[in-house]
T-cell receptor
Framework: AQTVTQSQPEMSVQEAETVTLSCTYD???????LFWYKQPPSRQMILVIR??????QNATENRFSVNFQKAAKSFSLKISDSQLGDAAMYFC??????????FGKGTKLTVNP | DTGVSQDPRHKITKRGQNVTFRCDPI?????LYWYRQTLGQGPEFLTYFQNEAQLEKSRLLSDRFSAERPKGSFSTLEIQRTEQGDSAMYLC????????????FGPGTRLTVL
């Protein structure tokens, strides 16, 4: 079975500061994909960043970057220069061997002005 | 591109009643997915369609649940004889076609079973 663990139910950060959200996963698949999605309050879930497991280079999207440690099965998200609009529930997601996405329980991020 | 839409956004029903939800994917998206999200948990996969064909169903999808995508466009999810444990957010997502394409999510339908 594939699993995703997010050990931080809640995190907070000051505006303009940097925060890192943790995620570990488990899969027996050799080919898989990892994602971070955000779900703002009362709004739909949107993709933040994706990482192909076969790529060694960490993905980056503007202020968002990941630290992908394949051997450790770790996939953390770093948000730089945090903005009020970054406040949301963040889900770490694994997709491997099938169509379905396997979600972690989420980390609620609060951005303080 | 109007995004994935879901209707209704909220549904309150009494235990034992049947409910039906609708999902309209982004046009030209061949794959459509249903997920269920309970309070404090991440979404869990229920089923997905490639065009009109239902290709995978989770064991979470009991006999009381049925999903259809009759013309390969919109999809419906029906729950018969609802139970209090069915209370959740039901999310729909769609993507173009490849298994690794980005899934775009709708706003969800929040079901409350009294």
């Amino acid at each position: 079975a594939q699993t995703v663990t997010q050990s931080q139910p809640e995190m907070s950060v000051q505006e303009a500061e940097t925060v890192t959200l943790s995620c570990t996963y488990d899969t027996s698949e050799s080919d898989y994909y990892l994602f971070w999605y955000k779900q703002p309050p009362s709004r739909q879930m949107i993709l933040v960043i994706r990482q192909e497991a076969y790529k060694q280079q960490n993905a980056t999207e503007n202020r968002f970057s990941v630290n992908f440690q394949k051997a450790a099965k770790s996939f953390s998200l770093k948000i730089s220069d945090s903005q009020l609009g970054d406040a949301a529930m963040y889900f770490c997601i694994l997709q491997g061997g099938s169509e379905k996405l396997v979600f972690g329980k989420g980390t609620k991020l609060t951005v303080n002005p | 591109d109007t995004g994935v839409s879901q209707d209704p956004r909220h549904k309150i029903t009494k235990r034992g009643q049947n409910v039906t939800f609708r999902c309209d994917p982004i046009s030209e998206h061949n794959r459509l997915y249903w997920y269920r999200q309970t309070l404090g948990q991440g979404p869990e996969f229920l089923t997905y369609f490639q065009n009109e064909a239902q290709l995978e169903k989770s064991r979470l999808l009991s006999d009381r649940f049925s999903a259809e995508r009759p013309k390969g466009s919109f999809s419906t999810l029906e729950i018969q004889r609802t139970e209090q444990g069915d209370s959740a957010m039901y999310l729909c997502a769609s993507c173009v076609g490849g298994s690794t394409d980005t899934q775009y999510f709708g706003p969800g339908t929040r079901l409350t079973v009294l």
